[in-house]
T-cell receptor, first 118, second 112 residues
């Protein structure tokens, strides 16, 4: 069974379009994330949601809007796509916020969505 | 802004050799995680270190967390081609503990 799944795996689109990437986790985790990995393989957190509530928004343009209909899903919608948005986007999930309860946590990553903006 | 640096950026060695990769920061992290990522896949967690000075072993891999919890090292003994991949370190911090900062990675290639 896939723990964290993302769709689509590949997404090629024209500049200016609006697109969505879906993420689902079947691990029963409370927290989900979106990361962006650029061409240099630098992985940077974009958003973090805990129980459908936004925790972290790391200076991501307003064109990116995450939506969490329930704990198991965190979708990423991107408006007015730009060339610089081309990257691999990873969804991840974990159980509980670490420091809050004094324990560390494990993130499980999805397989990634390679977005190419032409 | 918390930053993690990794060195070396690229490493190509022969099968059977030993190697060490480093993860350094000027910031203190509550924990530090090491991941391996293979092409076309998401990062997979190898280990989490929490206590300053902690050493963890995973078969031929030895992970150490610095005493001040600002740096970490990964040592691989007798590297094998299957160890090839991108090794990422990530520091955990933030008010809710769920802000992970990733280093740029070390790309390891083990030649048979």
């Amino acid at each position: 069974d896939t723990a964290v799944s993302q769709t689509p795996k590949y997404l090629v689109t024209q500049m200016g379009n609006d697109k969505s990437i879906k993420c689902e986790q079947n691990l029963g985790h409370d927290t989900m994330y979106w990361y962006k990995q650029d061409s240099k393989k630098f992985l940077k957190i974009m958003f973090s949601y805990n129980n459908k509530e936004l925790i972290i928004n790391e200076t991501v343009p307003n064109r990116f809007s995450p939506k969490s209909p329930d704990k198991a899903h965190l979708n990423l919608h991107i408006n007015s796509l730009e060339l610089g948005d081309s990257a691999v986007y990873f969804c991840a999930s974990s159980h509980i916020p670490g420091q809050r309860w004094g324990v560390t946590d494990t993130q499980y990553f999805g397989p990634g969505t390679r977005l190419t903006v032409l | 802004t918390q930053l993690l640096e990794q060195s070396p950026q690229f490493l190509s060695i022969q099968e059977g050799e030993n190697l060490t990769v480093y993860c350094n920061s000027s910031s203190v992290f509550s924990s530090l995680q090491w991941y391996r990522q293979e092409p076309g896949e998401g990062p997979v967690l190898l280990v989490t270190v929490v206590t300053g000075g902690e050493v963890k072993k995973l078969k031929r891999l030895t992970f150490q967390f610095g005493d001040a919890r600002k740096d970490s090292s990964l040592h691989i003994t007798a590297a094998q081609p299957g160890d090839t991949g991108l090794y990422l370190c990530a520091g955990e911090s933030g008010n809710y503990g769920q802000n992970f900062v990733f280093g740029p990675g070390t790309r390891l290639s083990v030649l048979p």
